[in-house]
């Protein structure tokens, strides 16, 4: 684990837990759900603060990667699972390439195997500039040809009872029951928090497009502000509605886009990498009273 600090923030860096952020706090309140005792020993990023989501966001559907004229079956990494789940950063290590006292670099290099079947570099940075997190990552192809790839984060924001979330989406997928996407439809009631509301009961586990990349959540001590760059204008919201958190997710494309794309079905997010290209998005999240 590697510590970071500056002013009232703390961050802790596990890299060989999938680059994962196990902690974040600001004078000494959990800012995101910390990891639980289970995952520090495990060393699993499912039950840490925050993780890197590379080179694909949530589900590629029963594991079939569409990429051009061809189909690639990847493993189904996250049994019982019937998909495979968040690309393959989450769950291998990354190798630091340098720290200092408020920051953190790690690099995680790609050869075609079961999980992923293309070549890339990924860099990521996590950083803290006062009260302001920032994450950053930046895929390179080093294949020698261009396939699909997705980029996002995934932290989880606690979630009590009172707990005020305000953010705008155009419209969310409706999924099936194993939560790939079945219509694209306008946003619910329950779903819009344009105004900003209290998020008690709110159960979810969607994908929304075309938002507003920023979200801001409204604690009796403090308000989280989380933004994005312009390439992750579709979120995934994941809550149990239990009190606990609310995981959302800034991502460039929906959940299974490279198979919505091939159908045709437009506005996924779906992209292609260029073989030597390089792509950046990033996330911050910024606290305060």
Known sequence: MIEIADGDCRVQVMPDAGGALARFTWRGIDILRPASGQALAAKSARGMASYPLVPYSNRIGRGLLRAGSRTHALRLNAPPEPHALHGVGWQRAWHVTDTSPARVAMTLSQVPDADWPFRFTCVQ????????????????????????????????????????????????????????????LPVPAEANFREGRVLDGWRVDNPFTAWSREAVFTYPTHRTRLTASEALGHAIAYSPGDGTFLALEPVSHTIDAFALAAKGIGGTGARYLSAGETWRVSMAIEVGE
């Open 125 to 184: 940075v996590v950083e803290l500039r006062g009260d302001r997190l920032e994450a950053s990552l930046g895929i390179t192809n080093t294949d020698s040809v261009s396939y699909p790839a997705g980029l996002g984060f995934h932290p989880f924001f606690p979630a009590p009872a009172g707990t005020r979330l305000k953010t705008a989406w155009e419209s969310w997928w409706t999924v099936d029951e194993t939560h790939l996407p079945v219509s694209r």
